[in-house]
Nanobody, 126 residues
């Protein structure tokens, strides 16, 4: 069992930055690929970024490439999402997820993830 707790969300103006964090419980964090998804009001949950268990492989949604960076620190059981050049359309609840897989590249489909956090709200004003 893995428990995930996100933090770092907030209210920011367009063009601003945030650093989202996701702290995971358990001793097998390094066995999991990690992903970030987001869900805006009235929309379906969508893939944002993912990172393999070792951190050597990453994947991004086209809408965030060049602006968002996913990283992980296995010693701290934490995955990060650095979000830069934020736009109002980035407003959403951001969810961290863990997938028990060693595959490369990491998964990008929500159904491939086994555990989910409660989410952190990111609101971008124009």
């Amino acid at each position: 069992q893995v428990q995930l707790v996100e933090s770092g969300g907030g209210l920011v103006q367009a063009g601003g930055s945030l650093r989202l964090s996701c702290a995971a419980s358990g001793r097998t964090f390094s066995s999991y690929a990690m992903g970030w998804f987001r869900q805006a009001p009235g929309k379906e949950r969508e893939f944002v970024a993912a990172i393999s268990w070792s951190g050597s492989s990453t994947d991004y949604a086209d809408s965030v490439k060049g602006r968002f960076t996913i990283s992980r620190d296995n010693a701290k059981n934490t995955v990060y999402l650095q979000v830069n050049s934020l736009k109002p359309e980035d407003t959403a609840v951001y969810y961290c997820a863990a997938a028990r897989t060693l595959r490369w590249p990491p998964p990008s489909k929500a159904y491939e993830y086994n555990y989910w956090g409660q989410g952190t709200q990111v609101t971008v004003t124009s």
